[in-house]
């Protein structure tokens, strides 16, 4: 998404459930808001739709409006989860209850699309979303994600199915990112890099 939702698209994220995101519009409209991440279609009959995190964090306010133009990223009006590297992090007030909505939509959405509502373990929309969903969780855990130079964590695709590198400064910032994966429910082991012997994290999503 690369603008925020339209007016009418508004109003149905504004009158969605409050407990679980729940949205009610016409085919369209609620095709739309799915098209631009905001919403999803639950794989069981009858297929509503309910808000994503983005939708929640929408529907919440938490948007940056004041924000430079020069400085905003190519998806502002959608949260974007911070994976580490990205210019001038800012990890204000706003950020943190940006962080804490998205978070929290993350969970319901656990709770709507895992088969037993389970909220302990992460559903599709993280296996499909892993550097985003990793991310999440660290910052949503008071985690501070690396600037292009500093220190904090870096979350990164690797070439296995279903898992991602995390980076931090030292082995203590390592174990607990490693920590705070394992309670929001992934998998982390501690790795070395052959070549460079970094220590990193590989991480998956939990199944059960």
């Known amino acids: 998404m690369t603008r925020p939702p339209t007016a009418a698209q508004r109003r149905v994220i ?13 085919e369209a409209q609620l095709t739309a808001l ?44 959608v949260f974007a989860a911070r994976v580490g590297g990205e210019e001038a992090a800012d990890g204000g007030p706003a950020r943190r209850r940006e962080v804490h909505s998205a978070w929290q939509g993350l969970l319901e959405l656990r709770r709507m699309t895992n088969p037993d509502g389970s909220t302990e373990r992460p559903c599709g929309w993280e296996r499909t979303h892993l550097v985003q969903a990793a991310a999440l969780a660290l910052e949503a855990d008071g985690h501070r994600p690396a600037g292009p130079e500093g220190d904090g964590y870096r979350v990164r695709a690797t070439a296995q199915p279903e898992a991602v590198a995390v980076y931090a400064a030292d082995g203590t910032a390592l174990r607990a990112c490693g920590a705070t994966l394992e309670r929001a429910g992934w998998q982390a082991g501690e790795h070395t890099e052959p070549r460079t012997r970094v220590r990193y994290l590989l991480a998956s999503p939990r199944r059960a």
């Open 14 to 26: 504004d009158a969605a459930d409050p407990v679980t995101g729940r949205l009610k519009g016409t």
């Open 34 to 77: 799915v098209k631009r991440g905001l919403a999803f279609r639950h794989p069981r009959p009858p297929h509503d739709c309910f808000l994503t995190p983005e939708g929640h964090r929408v529907r919440q306010g938490v948007e940056q409006h004041h924000e430079p133009a020069e400085q905003a990223p190519a998806d502002a009006g």
